[in-house]
């Protein structure tokens, strides 16, 4: 078939990339013109696990293009709609710009049959707004809300674990028009949805509101714990043997950041207060609020394990990306530490095996090193932000020769105490004391 995928960011780029590795013929649209140029030589323009490889061998196929012309969309007869919805830089509601401009560049390109499919996510009531504008192009318009993680990208488009169309027609040509699309999937037993718009766009942010919440119930467990020296690991571990609960998203620590989570909540919450509903999501702003305690809970820890004071002392920071497996710093609770414990003070040394770049350009006064050897050279504390394989793995006898106090403070609570304490290291966790 013949795709279009407008916005090539982490989801849109991925997007188009496996849907023509699966055979079909994509354009992967942008405005970027940098962003286009990478992408078309084969260059991933992000740090996505797996994707530089799977751009490369399908960019040899022929199938995928890249292109920042409109009229190289006239071709396509699906259009995925796959820009940012960021948070509102006057609010907490979503910013629904990109979206916009997306189906007003689409409409002189659609014709009768053709399909507007929605990715990004979005307030509900959008899909039908956007779905009027359309209609009287001849084009039909579904909502098919995106799941997949960053660091895990790949595997999630290809694989998901379920899809889900949102449609005004269920019995109509869209529904026939999306199976074709994601043929492969279906065929390998990929639980399918049909639902209306609202449901489909509701799905998306109920689910990050339910994963948000998920990690936000910890970290308040984690505060009790703390107060009360029992040990959260060891609560989410008991806890998650209960098949209702699952120990997965349970992990307390310097909480949830990224492009997604923290963004989608507010808007959520913000939609329900449009829609008159304020107090059933209410809870969402308090899951927030959580969330971002956790981050003064971290840098109070360091600056009590510090004496009281993190002024002229040397920190190392490990970790800058917003999860592992990625090169994304948005709202990333690693950054923000960073940047806290410079503004107190402190002398911060950072260090991401993937991050350094992406932190540089949105926090340049920050000092970044070349390897983690480099940040704990000299550190009277090493704080922990996010758990990258290479942290866990730290030898604590190695470091112990590098740092000038063995001091490990573990915002993620990912490392193995009894392993650095039997090594002569101060060891502190969020609610693992
Ligand atoms: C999230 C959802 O998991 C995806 O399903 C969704 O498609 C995506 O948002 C989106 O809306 O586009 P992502 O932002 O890539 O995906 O990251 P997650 O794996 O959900 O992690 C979010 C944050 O929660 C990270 O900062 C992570 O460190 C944190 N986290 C996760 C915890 O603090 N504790 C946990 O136990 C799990």
């Known amino acids: 078939m013949r795709l279009s995928v407008i916005g090539c960011g982490y989801l849109g ?62 071709a396509a007869q699906v259009h995925f709609i796959a820009v ?27 014709s009768e049959g053709d399909v507007v499919v929605g990715k990004s996510t979005v307030p509900v009531g959008t899909a039908q707004r956007l779905a ?11 909502w098919n809300p995106e799941f997949l993680r960053e660091g895990f990208a790949v595997q999630d488009t290809l694989e998901p674990d379920r899809i ?53 119930f910890i970290n308040a467990m984690s ?29 307390a620590g310097v909480g949830f950041g990224g492009g997604c989570l923290p963004k989608d909540i507010r808007a959520f919450a913000t939609r329900a207060e449009e829609l008159g509903h304020g107090r059933a999501l209410r809870f969402l702003r308090e899951v927030d609020e959580i969330n971002l305690r956790q981050r003064n809970r971290l840098v109070d ?18 970790g800058l990306a917003f999860k592992p497996n990625s090169d994304d710093t948005r709202d990333s609770p690693a950054l923000d530490i960073a940047t806290r414990l410079h503004g107190l003070g402190a002398d911060v040394i950072s260090y991401d095996p993937e991050a350094i770049e992406t932190a540089r350009r949105v926090r340049p006064h920050l000092t970044y090193a070349r390897t983690a050897d480099e940040a704990l050279a000299g550190a009277e504390a090493t704080v922990v932000v996010t758990e990258w394989e ?13 740092v000038a106090d063995r001091l490990i403070i573990d915002g993620r609570n990912c490392l193995d105490a009894g392993r650095w304490r039997a090594a002569g290291w101060s060891y502190r966790g969020l609610g693992r004391r």
């Open 13 to 74: 780029a991925v997007h188009a990339t496996a849907m023509a590795s699966i055979g079909h013929e994509v354009v992967g649209f942008d405005v970027d013109a940098d962003k286009i140029g990478r992408l078309a030589a084969g260059e991933a323009p992000f740090f996505e696990p797996g994707f530089d490889e799977l751009l490369r061998d399908t960019l040899a196929t022929g199938r995928l293009t890249f292109s920042t012309e409109p009229s190289d969309l006239a």
């Open 84 to 110: 940012g919805t960021p948070q509102r830089e006057d609010g907490d509601g979503a910013d629904l710009r990109f979206v916009d401009a997306a189906v007003q560049g689409l409409l002189p390109v659609l």
């Open 132 to 142: 009027d504008i359309v209609a009287p192009t001849g084009a039909l318009l579904l």
């Open 164 to 216: 889900v169309y949102g449609t005004a027609d269920p019995e109509g040509p869209g529904v026939a028009i999306l199976d074709e699309v994601y043929a492969k999937a279906l065929a390998a037993g990929i639980p399918r949805l049909v639902t209306d718009f609202s449901t489909s766009e509701l799905v998306k942010v109920a689910a990050n509101a339910f994963l948000a919440t998920k990690i936000s």
């Open 223 to 251: 505060e009790i714990a703390d107060a009360t020296g029992a040990d959260v690991t060891q609560l989410a571990d008991a806890i998650g043997h209960d098949v209702r609960i699952g120990r997965r998203f349970l992990n």
């Open 301 to 318: 820890v360091v600056s009590e394990e510090l004496g009281g004071s993190v002024a002229g002392r040397r920190i190392a920071i490990l």
């Open 390 to 402: 290479q942290f866990r793995q730290l030898d604590p006898e190695t470091a112990a020769d590098l």
